[in-house]
């Protein structure tokens, strides 16, 4: 009698074989249909991207979760995403994407904004660059996007002790407007927003850094921007950058939570109650190549893994916090409660199909299904171990011990942005993270502990691979040179 499992197992086999190839038919097919529609496209132009076959994405950092750790062939935050989209939808014309950091100064006149795109040095700018009201000078010769990325608003980055000497019960954004005078950047769709709130002191200045500045010696002074850009301030340090000669474009500055400041308002609400900062992508007008490559952008944007990552930038947004919230350890994005069954299913169909490979024929084949319960405190867990030949996987513990490595890594990681955020860290920060590192053996904490049975474990390598962080080896270096004395 032929076993049952080894039936089923043989069904999924023939399943998955049969989804890989119809795939492979549909792409094969719309290739074939898209043929006509590609080779109409005007490749005549020489600096057109499309002849090149290398499209340069210029990504601005001023909000770290939609740009950040920029190298040649990635970058972090939603433009890594967009940008690997991109490089999809246009497969067809192998195109192949770079990604490039640029500065502005935040519309500082020393470095105008969009420069990149008008001197032909990038193809494309992805940030939190908003949609222009009306016909700004900035914006002269610049085609954006009609779909958002993102709709936001402004919040301000303020004192906490501006809000605790207001009479509680009164917090509210007309109160906080008699005690405050608000510095922003002239001729931004910041500063036009905050010119129409009534009874608000707004003090336009030509650049970020001299906004910052004012707010930092006026103790009745904030800086207003975007959500997103003023949580970027509120979590974590900015770096120096200077220009080729010298002259510094960005001053250097401690994230503003450390020194006590605070988003506001700090819910969901923006100043205004506006959320009219509408995030686009920007490309040069005038091109041989414009109608093309918008087109390519705007099927971009609207593309599934596009669409959730635009998900997850409004997330961000609602974890700026009024008071410091208490880590429960446990945080998942709204998106993983959707992705980690499938997940889950996904991995667990991928050990079974390999263990039922290595299965030359059925008489061969023995399972044997163990189910261990255990009570520890008051939570349960199953641990299912399946045998075949000389094979042992313990299903749980796979899961269970990649959670554990994964969230060892996002600690690790949390501790080397707060040493150096940027792509190219100095000799410095290496050596800082090689003590920090040491450092942390001498001392008890969780993250020792999931650290040192990782290093038992060999896994040490496996967490190295999750950190996305120049500095992550040599701060598990440092780990390992305190053990191994």
Known sequence: MRNPLHLRTRRIKHIYKASVLLSIL????????????????????ETSPFESKELIIGVRTAAYEIGHDVQDSRSGGFCGTFGRELEATLENRNVNVKFRA????????????????RENIIDVECGPNSSPVGSPVWADGISFSKTPFHVTGVKLLMRRSVLENIPNGSIDQSEVA??????VVKETTTWGLLNRVQGLKVEATEGRDAALDLLQRNPDY????????????LDRDVSELKSADGEIIRKARDSYKSLD?????????????????????????GTSYEDDLMDAIEDTLNSQDILAKREELKQAETSIPLLPSRNTGFELPALWVIAAPLALISILLLIFYLIFRRSGNSHRYQRSIQRESNQEGTGQSQTVTVKQGDIHVNIDSVIKGDAELRKTARDIQQILDSIDNSPNPGELSKAQARVEGAKLHSGNSPLKDRLLAAFKAGALATIEG???????????????????R
């Open 26 to 45: 549909l792409v094969f097919v719309w290739a074939l249909l898209s043929e006509p529609i590609f080779s109409q496209l005007d490749t005549s132009d």
């Open 261 to 285: 400041f605070i988003a506001f308002p700090a819910d969901e609400s923006y100043i205004g109650d506006r959320a009219d900062e509408r995030y686009v992508i920007a490309i040069k007008r």
């Open 178 to 183: 008699k005690r405050v005078t608000v510095a």
């Open 466 to 484: 999750y950190i996305e962080h120049p500095l992550a080896k040599g701060f598990l270096e440092g780990f390992k040179e305190i053990l191994n």
């Open 102 to 117: 640029i500065e502005n100064n935040y519309l500082d006149d020393r470095w105008e904004r969009y420069d990149g795109l």
């Open 222 to 233: 904030t800086y207003a921007s975007d959500a997103l850009i003023v949580k970027t301030l």
